[in-house]
């Protein structure tokens, strides 16, 4: 293709760029300008500018409390997608067989199911007389039925649920990346596997598994339905949080504030997350 082509095909890109970016940033001026107003009775808001409903925000303890629980429990869910997503993805991207792709496709297929049939599914499966309860009574492991609606585990595990697929997807991508010579070599030194794993792949892989770390807790934070199905209304988030707020509290100053502290929040923590990676491997290559 030539420079000519490319440019062309460049204008033909630019128009749905544009459209992208103004959906984009004029949703987000919507609900910034919405949140430095104070709400007043039946939905409407005051005339003139304040920051009260960020101080608010910042001086009680459940809107707090109720960031800190988002927070944790999108960790968590990108914690367990990374660590029990990367062998499998390992293990596929090494896979020398046509059953790899099969395998990989039937994972990735999981996340292209809508999220509510998904955490219907899980309803079923671990309500009191459902599967799950069942054989762990039948192997003696649990006297009475247990039950995930209302609790942050059951949280987690819709949010797991819902992101394993695209986070094995992205981690495969990640370890085709690597080559697989350089693993070879280091095993024909004498390496164990574990070490070839701990000394080559991970390194290697290391900040292809940040970026996936953040991907995922990224979308966690703004994930909604899981946490309103599973939470069961006892777990609140700050999705659920600002959707209460909205729809039944009728503040829509708040609600708009709460959503520009999960932007800025998610925002920070992205950019100091980048910034900490490049320092660490500045500083692992002024050592080597």
Known sequence: MDRSESIRWGQLLALPLLVSGLLLLGSQFVFLKQSIYIDLPFGKIASDWSFANFRRIATDPFYLRTLWLTTWISAAVAGLCVILGFPIAKTLARLQSRWATLLLSLIVLTSFITTVIQIFGLLILFRGDGLINQMLMGLGLIQQPFTLIG???GVVLGLVYASFGFSVMLMYGIVRTIPVSLEEAAAIHGASRLRVFRKVLLPLCLPGLVVGFLTI????????????????????????????TMLLDVKYGMAAALAALLLAFVVILNLASVMVLRRLRHAQGVMA
């Open 151 to 153: 609790t942050s585990a």
């Open 217 to 244: 807790f990224n979308t966690s934070m703004g994930a909604f339905t899981s946490a309103a199905l599973l939470g069961g209304g006892r777990v609140i988030t700050l999705p659920v949080l600002i959707q209460r």
